[in-house]
């Protein structure tokens, strides 16, 4: 990797990304999820009707288009910044 900058960015980038897994790993169940005592069984349900997969699959692509977003967003103010600091020719 080059200077600071970009080991900067890279860093953010993980961070953001784990706290993103954390906030999705964290948040409550919908409705009628969990709840449940016996919690082993309740995984394993939802693993053989394949709701579980369906509810990562929802949540990974939330957290995709979120992060495409930011990224566009902080790639223009990134590349505004760095227009405004080239030397004018």
Excluded: R
């Amino acid at each position: 990797m080059g200077g600071w900058k970009s080991k900067l960015i890279f860093m953010m980038v993980i961070y953001f990304a784990g706290f993103g897994t954390a906030i999705y790993t964290l948040s409550p169940s919908p409705e009628g999820i969990g709840g449940n005592n016996n919690q082993i069984a309740s995984i394993s349900s939802q693993f053989s009707t394949g709701k579980f997969t369906d509810q990562v699959n929802i949540g990974m692509h939330k957290f995709i288009s979120i992060a495409k977003k930011a990224a566009m967003k902080s790639g223009g103010i990134i590349e505004k910044q760095m227009n405004s600091n080239s030397p004018e020719s």
